[in-house]
């Protein structure tokens, strides 16, 4: 759904191309879901055995609220190492996806450069770039590397400092904060729902059913981390081919 309008937007002049400080400026309204999901992410990292500095260290590297969550849940149930990484590698298989999204509006720019752009692109990063093409605004490296390194710094220090406070907390769950990341996801949907025009709700209600249904049948026959990709592919490309 999103491909299709982006495919759509109209390129505007080189001169138009938005800045790095605005896209500082349009992450701005996304940090509080960073701030509060990183430090209920540090809270659990802390609860599951890992030090600040581990935490600090897993925010730079792995840089993903879903994948977080999910590690430090397996290493506090002693998880082999090989298993973490396999899993955490299928998790964030939905950010090939993001990217390849993206990719059409930044092959002007080297390979370097969108390599940099891809690392750091996540949900939240992506739903404010589509935003932007979908109300017919262009994107510039700039303007991404400003979106994507301000939510990264936010993310990385909102996560070690959740550790910090994560040792005066013995139980995340009875303040529910491993619910943290459901419920920002949750939000996103809603605001995104609320800007649909009536004629489309009903296809993309439809598409949501149709991932419940995938999700279901494929975790049968597959790893429930492997059927959400999979589900995710299959309706994506669902959604590309019945928008009107």
């Given at each position: 759904?999103?491909?299709h ?20 400026r349009?992450?701005i ?6 701030i509060?999901?990183?430090l ?28 977080q ?6 290493l ?31 092959g ?12 750091l ?6 739903g ?32 070690t ?5 994560g ?8 303040f ?16 995104q ?15 949501m059913?149709y ?26 490309t669902?959604?590309v081919v019945t928008?009107?």
């Amino acid at each position: 759904m999103l491909t299709h309008q982006m495919e759509c937007t109209t390129e505007v002049p080189a001169s138009s191309s938005p800045t790095f400080w605005e896209g500082v400026r349009d992450c701005i309204p996304t940090l509080l879901g960073y701030i509060s999901i990183g430090l209920a992410a540090g809270v659990v990292g802390a609860a599951s055995g890992m030090s600040v500095m581990e935490m600090a260290l897993m925010s730079l590297l792995v840089y993903a609220g879903a994948a977080q969550f999910i590690i430090c849940a397996l290493l506090a149930v002693h998880t082999p190492i090989s298993a973490i990484v396999l899993t955490t590698f299928i998790v964030n298989l939905r950010n090939f996806l993001l990217s390849a999204t993206l990719a059409p509006h930044f092959g002007k720019y080297s390979l370097l450069n969108n390599i940099g752009t891809g690392l750091l692109v996540t949900d939240e990063s992506f739903g404010v770039a589509a935003t932007r093409l979908a109300s017919g605004k262009p994107l510039s490296n700039r303007w991404m590397h400003g979106l994507n390194l301000t939510a990264y710094i936010v993310w990385v220090i909102s996560c070690t400092l959740g550790t910090l406070f994560g040792n005066w907390i013995a139980d995340p769950q009875m303040f529910g904060l491993d619910y943290a990341l459901t419920a920002m996801f949750i939000a996103l949907l809603v605001l995104q729902l609320g800007n649909v025009v009536p004629e489309k709700l009903k296809h993309y209600l439809k598409l949501m059913a149709y991932m419940v249904i995938a999700m279901v049948v494929l975790s049968l026959v597959v790893s429930t981390q492997l059927a959400i990709i999979l589900a995710t592919v299959i309706v994506a490309t669902i959604g590309v081919v019945t928008e009107r």
